[in-house]
């Protein structure tokens, strides 16, 4: 599986962005796709999954109520709609995939997931 993310971007605070992750070669394996962030000095970190078959999806806190992922099953394509953006979400924001059957609080952690596409950036201004 072959990820691609795209859509990051410099925006202000209280703007949107809206991510891509696109998915070529063995899609149908797929179990969950995830986004994750990494901001300058920090840790990865877990922003937002979705499990491919029911479309059930987890969030972290900081993102709730924000941010809402989405999968496209016809264009092998999850979105990431960024709402409300603060300048704490400035991060390289990357996409994962897992084909193992896991539960939700597992796919939390990115030592979960198989698959990872490149980091897109994105960079809110106060």
């Known amino acids: 599986v072959q990820l691609q993310a795209s859509g990051g971007g410099l925006v202000q605070a209280g703007g949107s962005l809206r991510l891509s992750c696109a998915a070529s070669g063995r899609t149908f394996s797929r179990y969950a796709t995830g986004w994750f962030r990494q901001a300058p000095g920090k840790e990865r970190e877990f922003v937002a999954a979705i499990k491919w078959s029911g479309g059930s999806t987890s969030y972290a806190g900081s993102v709730k109520g924000r941010f809402t992922i989405s999968r496209d099953s016809v264009k092998n394509t999850v979105y990431l709609q960024m709402n409300s953006l603060e300048p704490e979400d400035t991060a390289v924001y990357y996409c994962?995939?897992?084909?193992?059957?896991?539960?939700?609080?597992?796919?939390?952690?990115?030592?979960?997931?198989?698959?990872w596409g490149q980091g897109t950036q994105v960079t809110v201004s106060s």
């Open positions: 994962a995939a897992t084909v193992r059957n896991l539960i939700t609080s597992s796919l939390w952690h990115d030592g979960s997931y198989d698959y």
